[in-house]
């Protein structure tokens, strides 16, 4: 199990491999610690999330404006720009990533209807994740709590319904093009253009031109973050221009570009630690 942590302050998050098993499933197991009276920060568009708060209550405030209390046992829908937290602290939170074809398994509504929002998931899940907190708070390091997440996944996993694996690995490997056009997922697939919009909606929570859009930013971004230049990131991503690279980057991170190189958010930062991990997908380790 590999796993990476980089403390600012009073601030750290941890990151864990899930077991082979579940990586169809999940993307990458985090703890997130903050010692301080108030945290304050924003982060990226990203994957749809599971998350249990261990202590800290707060709100989330969306990139629509949307703002929602945090539930103790949370499920973040895909988000399609910079989510602000605030949360009274101290904080502690465990989580995992829930890839496209983990949300088709584990949920029976479309990902698009929880864009940019955040759902109770005891309300989802009822018993099978209402002692979480305690047993969680109960391990003693995070190597443990990945162990009991992992059995919690797999019961779920198990009692969810067959998700489209074929289809999502096929979007995965188009959103890793250098290029994804939505005709080439298109004729990919073999379905009609309504279907594949479809079934993006439901395992993506976005259209194929959104999520390409989306990926194309946050994979600058993180080249930009390992030290590329601007100009390279621009050039090998496929933006039209200049401004149209700006305006995309922030879109999607709520930073331009050049802050990414010289003040990235500290949450971001952090985040940003995932794509270490080179023996996962290109969709968690490249967005």
């Given at each position: 199990?590999?796993?990476?942590?980089?403390?600012?302050?009073?601030?750290?998050?941890?990151?864990?491999?899930p077991?082979?098993?579940?990586?169809?499933?999940?993307?990458?197991f985090?703890?997130?610690?903050?010692?301080?009276?108030?945290?304050?920060?924003?982060?990226?568009?990203?994957?749809?999330?599971?998350?249990?708060?261990?202590?800290?209550?707060?709100?989330?405030?969306f990139?629509?404006?949307?703002?929602?209390?945090?539930?103790?046992?949370?499920?973040?829908?895909?988000?399609?720009g910079?989510?602000?937290?605030?949360?009274?602290?101290?904080?502690?939170?465990?989580?995992?990533?829930?890839?496209?074809?983990?949300?088709?398994?584990?949920?029976?509504?479309?990902?698009?209807?929880?864009?940019?929002?955040?759902?109770?998931?005891?309300?989802?899940?009822?018993?099978?994740?209402?002692?979480?907190?305690?047993?969680?708070?109960?391990?003693?390091?995070?190597?443990?709590?990945?162990?009991?997440?992992?059995?919690?996944?797999?019961?779920?996993?198990?009692?969810?319904?067959?998700?489209?694996?074929?289809?999502?690995?096929?979007?995965?490997?188009?959103?890793?093009?250098?290029?994804?056009?939505?005709d080439?997922?298109?004729?990919?697939?073999?379905?009609?253009?309504?279907?594949?919009?479809?079934?993006?909606?439901?395992?993506?929570?976005?259209?194929?031109?959104?999520?390409?859009?989306?990926?194309?930013?946050?994979?600058?971004?993180?080249?930009?973050?390992?030290?590329?230049?601007?100009?390279?990131?621009?050039?090998?991503?496929?933006?039209?221009?200049?401004?149209?690279?700006?305006?995309?980057?922030?879109?999607f991170?709520?930073?331009?570009p050049?802050?990414?190189?010289?003040?990235?958010?500290?949450?971001?930062?952090?985040?940003?630690?995932?794509?270490?991990?080179?023996?996962?997908?290109?969709?968690?380790?490249?967005?």
């Amino acid at each position: 199990m590999g796993d990476a942590m980089q403390p600012t302050g009073a601030v750290t998050l941890d990151y864990a491999v899930p077991p082979e098993d579940l990586r169809a499933h999940l993307s990458v197991f985090y703890e997130f610690r903050a010692d301080v009276a108030a945290f304050e920060d924003s982060d990226k568009a990203d994957l749809a999330q599971f998350r249990v708060n261990l202590a800290g209550e707060g709100e989330y405030r969306f990139a629509d404006g949307h703002v929602q209390r945090v539930p103790r046992i949370q499920i973040v829908g895909p988000t399609t720009g910079p989510t602000h937290i605030s949360m009274r602290g101290p904080v502690h939170t465990v989580g995992v990533g829930l890839l496209p074809a983990g949300w088709g398994t584990l949920l029976d509504f479309e990902a698009s209807l929880l864009v940019n929002r955040v759902a109770d998931a005891v309300e989802l899940f009822g018993d099978d994740v209402r002692g979480a907190p305690e047993a969680l708070a109960a391990c003693a390091t995070f190597g443990e709590r990945v162990v009991l997440g992992s059995a919690l996944a797999r019961r779920l996993i198990a009692r969810g319904r067959s998700a489209a694996f074929d289809f999502t690995r096929v979007v995965d490997n188009w959103l890793a093009s250098p290029h994804p056009e939505v005709d080439d997922l298109v004729r990919a697939t073999g379905l009609s253009r309504r279907q594949v919009e479809r079934r993006c909606n439901a395992y993506y929570g976005s259209p194929p031109k959104l999520l390409a859009r989306k990926y194309r930013a946050l994979k600058a971004t993180i080249a930009i973050a390992r030290g590329q230049s601007n100009a390279d990131a621009l050039s090998d991503g496929g933006f039209y221009d200049q401004s149209h690279f700006i305006r995309e980057i922030k879109a999607f991170t709520g930073v331009t570009p050049t802050r990414i190189h010289d003040d990235l958010p500290t949450l971001a930062t952090l985040t940003l630690k995932r794509s270490e991990f080179v023996e996962l997908g290109p969709l968690i380790t490249k967005a």
